[in-house]
């Protein structure tokens, strides 16, 4: 058997009808989709199946990625039992991750990141939160130009690949970093819609109620090592989630060097949910990989692992 990365997306991944071809499909995504409407509360047929506006809404995005994200994973082990080399996730995928390797039920998750989303909307509602893609610019000068603007609430907040980063702080700071980010020689300096400001010290006040869950549904049953946003290096404790997930809210994700650092233990990567991963693997990897969105992928990615 070969030997696989799972690998699980974050926000920016959601849209409207993902999970409808499983759920259509297969009883498993079904009873899924049923069992985590139940535990929120929430008509989650509705909320990705149909247009709805809450979708874009962080504490709804979350749980609506992830459980798209297990079902797809669900499905590729019904058919497929197999445990990875590693699993790691980018941002809010890295709890899809860990329920992916056993250290968190998929329900539990989905209640998780729930909480999660919703303490981080809690945390910016008085602050004038944001983010900002940068394209063009080398990881070293971007921190080199936020350095030089030290009296500016500006952080380096996701490190996709080469030429990509996202940066997040407060937006009239942003705003005004974004002639002196085109100066260094960014292509592109866009100010994404989010009302939130992701993977910086803004962050620090959710720390403390998200620990109460992630204390309460994270176990010590890793099947096997997830890979830190943190550090880009694994972890398989609750000891070390725990801190390191406390961490992840206000560290930037290390996505290209996690790639990095384990792309040459495996033969190839499998995202679960969506395609984005893939997209930014190309410019990171020389490793495929393999995704599964909707049955018609599932049965490709079977079919290419038999």
Not at 142 to 161: P, T
Request: charged letters at 25%.
């Amino acid at each position: 058997m070969s030997n696989n990365i799972f690998i699980f997306p974050g926000q920016g991944s959601q849209k409207a009808g993902m999970g409808k071809d499983f759920y259509d499909n297969d009883e498993l995504a079904r009873e899924m989709i049923e069992r985590s409407s139940d535990r929120l509360d929430l008509d989650f047929k509705k909320l990705l199946f149909e247009k709805d506006d809450r979708l874009e809404l962080t504490e709804y995005t979350q749980p609506a990625i992830l459980l798209v994200s297990c079902i797809a994973y669900a499905l590729f082990q019904k058919e497929y039992k197999s445990s990875p080399v590693y699993a790691l996730g980018h941002s809010l995928g890295e709890f899809s991750a860990l329920s992916a390797v056993g250290a968190i039920d998929y329900l539990d998750a989905v209640e998780l990141v729930h909480k999660r989303g919703l303490f981080m909307k809690e945390a910016c509602e008085n602050i004038n939160a944001g983010m900002m893609a940068l394209i063009g610019l080398s990881d070293e000068k971007v921190e080199e130009v936020i350095s030089a603007q030290s009296n500016k609430q500006v952080w380096a907040a996701n490190f996709n690949c080469d030429g990509q980063l996202v940066v997040a702080g407060d937006k009239d700071d942003l705003t005004s970093m974004e002639s002196i980010f085109k100066e260094a020689g960014a292509k592109r300096a866009l100010l994404l819609n989010m009302s939130v400001a992701s993977h910086c010290p803004l962050l620090k006040s959710v720390i403390a109620p998200l620990n109460e869950y992630l204390d309460k549904y994270i176990k010590d049953d890793f099947m096997a090592p997830v890979i830190s946003n943190v550090t880009a290096s694994t972890y398989n404790t609750k000891k070390e989630a725990l801190s390191l997930l406390s961490n992840q809210l206000i560290m930037p994700v290390k996505y290209k060097q996690s790639i990095i650092s384990i792309e040459d233990k495996a033969d190839r990567f499998i995202e679960f949910g969506a395609t984005v991963l893939k997209g930014l693997n190309r410019r990171i990897t020389k490793k495929e990989t393999l995704c599964i969105t909707d049955m018609a992928s599932l049965e490709k990615v079977l079919s290419s692992l038999s």
